[in-house]
């Protein structure tokens, strides 16, 4: 990212998704104490498919021709997805809004260091290095911090 105006969009933009995130997990929650996990999991699941639909029917974005092309593991890549919103139900009421989040980010940043290593998917190869490691242990310090 060499333009600083690019550089400052794609923070918005992240902390817009952490946002998103850090709302649909206590709704989530709340949700499934009401109607059930499963149930809650489709509700959601359908509302993220519909956003979807109108996303594209209306801004586009799709590349129907590139789609036959696709690793055959990128089309369950949505089942990450229910597996994170079963985590949440399962975590939220046990452990709090808080540590589930910390959980959460320590999780992905582990994973994050991972298949950035190896460009993994087509992630730009970025080796694990002393400083991303203690990034790492910053985070699992601020996980065990927030649950006590």
């Given at each position: 990212?060499?333009n600083?105006s690019?550089?400052?969009?794609?923070i918005i933009?992240?902390?817009?998704?952490?946002?998103?995130?850090?709302?649909?997990?206590p709704?989530?929650?709340?949700?499934?104490?009401?109607?059930?996990?499963?149930?809650?999991?489709?509700?959601i699941h359908l509302?993220?498919?519909i956003?979807?639909?109108?996303v594209v029917?209306?801004?586009?974005?799709?590349?129907?021709q590139a789609?036959p092309?696709?690793p055959?593991?990128?089309?369950?890549?949505?089942m990450?997805g229910?597996i994170?919103?079963f985590?949440?139900?399962?975590?939220?009421p046990?452990?709090?809004v808080?540590m589930?989040?910390?959980?959460l980010?320590?999780?992905?940043?582990?994973i994050?260091?991972?298949?950035?290593?190896?460009?993994?998917?087509?992630?730009p190869v970025?080796?694990?290095?002393?400083s991303?490691l203690l990034?790492?242990?910053?985070?699992?310090?601020g996980?065990?911090?927030v649950?006590?």
């Amino acid at each position: 990212m060499n333009n600083l105006s690019a550089l400052i969009n794609v923070i918005i933009v992240g902390l817009i998704g952490g946002i998103a995130v850090g709302l649909q997990g206590p709704m989530s929650g709340a949700m499934s104490q009401r109607v059930g996990p499963i149930g809650s999991s489709l509700i959601i699941h359908l509302g993220g498919a519909i956003l979807s639909a109108i996303v594209v029917i209306f801004v586009g974005g799709i590349n129907w021709q590139a789609i036959p092309s696709l690793p055959w593991p990128y089309f369950f890549a949505g089942m990450f997805g229910v597996i994170l919103y079963f985590s949440f139900a399962y975590t939220l009421p046990r452990i709090g809004v808080g540590m589930t989040s910390a959980l959460l980010i320590l999780a992905q940043m582990a994973i994050g260091l991972v298949i950035d290593h190896y460009g993994w998917m087509g992630a730009p190869v970025s080796p694990i290095s002393i400083s991303k490691l203690l990034g790492v242990g910053a985070i699992l310090l601020g996980a065990t911090l927030v649950s006590r």
